[in-house]
């Protein structure tokens, strides 16, 4: 680990370069890949007249509902009200299922558009569609018109939230690949260079030593005897 930072720091400039090219690989997967608005809605069965009785209170009667309300939901998951949707949106992705949250007969209606404003219009859709096709299904069967399953939305979102959860996946992701590479080919960087700097053997080169000549080497070897004559002339002298 030390030795990666001590490359890190001896390349630093390469570092430097790399940490912005991150930020703008950052920034690109920010503005490629932008934030998606969801809308819901929740949509309640009620039964028929008949299953009421005259001054009863449909909400005391919704058993049984489950039923018609899972029917419901297979409709609206069918290859023709797919493109229908596509036809109102084409990047608009939808979910139309029973609510698991509560013990009745809920449909929740959920949305997603790259543009609030198409989810919400989307959203309108369905829960226009969501009457029109629960009168088709009853119409289909003849059921009779005191017996005819009504709906009523409970919660209408008016408003699109944004879900930044995907681009910010793709934000890191894009965040870690540049610091990854950025480490990767510093230190890869740093061995390239410091193997040109070194001989083939792997050693630093050795400081080069000057060329003597034949005569200052003869010089150097007689220098000690002429040391010894003058030592044993000055021992003479006294």
Same mark, same amino acid.
Do not use: H, K
């Given at each position: 680990?030390?030795?990666?930072?001590?490359?890190?720091?001896?390349?630093?400039?390469?570092?430097?370069? $790399?940490?912005?090219?991150?930020?703008?690989?950052?920034? =690109?997967?920010?503005?490629?890949?932008?934030?998606?608005? +969801?809308?819901?809605?929740?949509?309640?069965?009620?039964?028929?007249?008949?299953?009421? $009785?005259? =001054?009863?209170?449909?909400?005391?009667?919704?058993?049984?509902?489950?039923?018609?309300?899972?029917?419901?939901? #297979?409709?609206?998951?069918?290859?023709?009200?797919?493109? !229908?949707? !596509?036809?109102?949106?084409?990047?608009?992705?939808?979910?139309?299922?029973?609510?698991?949250?509560?013990?009745?007969?809920?449909?929740?209606?959920?949305?997603?558009?790259?543009?609030?404003?198409?989810?919400?219009?989307?959203?309108?859709?369905?829960?226009?569609?969501?009457?029109?096709?629960?009168?088709?299904?009853?119409?289909?069967?003849?059921?009779?018109?005191?017996?005819?399953?009504?709906?009523?939305?409970?919660?209408?979102?008016?408003?699109?939230?944004?879900?930044?959860?995907?681009?910010?996946?793709?934000?890191? #992701?894009?965040?870690?690949?540049?610091?990854?590479?950025?480490?990767? #080919?510093?230190?890869?960087?740093?061995?390239?260079?410091?193997?040109?700097?070194?001989?083939?053997?792997?050693?630093?080169? !050795?400081?080069?030593?000057?060329?003597?000549?034949? $005569?200052?080497?003869?010089?150097?070897?007689?220098?000690?005897?002429?040391?010894?004559?003058?030592? +044993?002339?000055?021992?003479?002298?006294?």
């Amino acid at each position: 680990m030390l030795d990666v930072i001590r490359a890190l720091v001896r390349r630093w400039y390469f570092v430097v370069l $790399g940490a912005v090219l991150t930020a703008a690989l950052t920034v =690109g997967a920010y503005v490629s890949t932008p934030p998606e608005y +969801s809308a819901r809605a929740l949509v309640l069965l009620l039964p028929s007249d008949t299953a009421v $009785g005259e =001054g009863g209170n449909p909400l005391l009667s919704l058993s049984g509902l489950e039923q018609p309300a899972g029917i419901l939901v #297979a409709y609206f998951n069918s290859d023709s009200a797919t493109e !229908e949707v !596509e036809r109102q949106s084409a990047t608009a992705e939808y979910l139309v299922a029973i609510d698991e949250s509560t013990r009745g007969p809920v449909v929740v209606v959920d949305v997603t558009d790259a543009d609030p404003q198409r989810a919400l219009d989307t959203l309108g859709f369905l829960l226009d569609r969501i009457p029109e096709g629960l009168a088709t299904l009853q119409a289909q069967v003849a059921a009779p018109a005191d017996a005819v399953i009504t709906s009523m939305p409970l919660t209408v979102d008016e408003r699109a939230e944004p879900d930044f959860s995907g681009t910010i996946r793709v934000m890191i #992701a894009a965040l870690v690949l540049g610091i990854a590479l950025t480490c990767t #080919a510093t230190i890869a960087l740093d061995g390239l260079l410091r193997r040109r700097e070194m001989r083939p053997g792997g050693r630093p080169p !050795e400081p080069r030593r000057t060329r003597r000549s034949a $005569g200052t080497r003869e010089a150097e070897a007689l220098e000690p005897t002429s040391r010894e004559r003058l030592a +044993s002339a000055s021992s003479v002298g006294t």
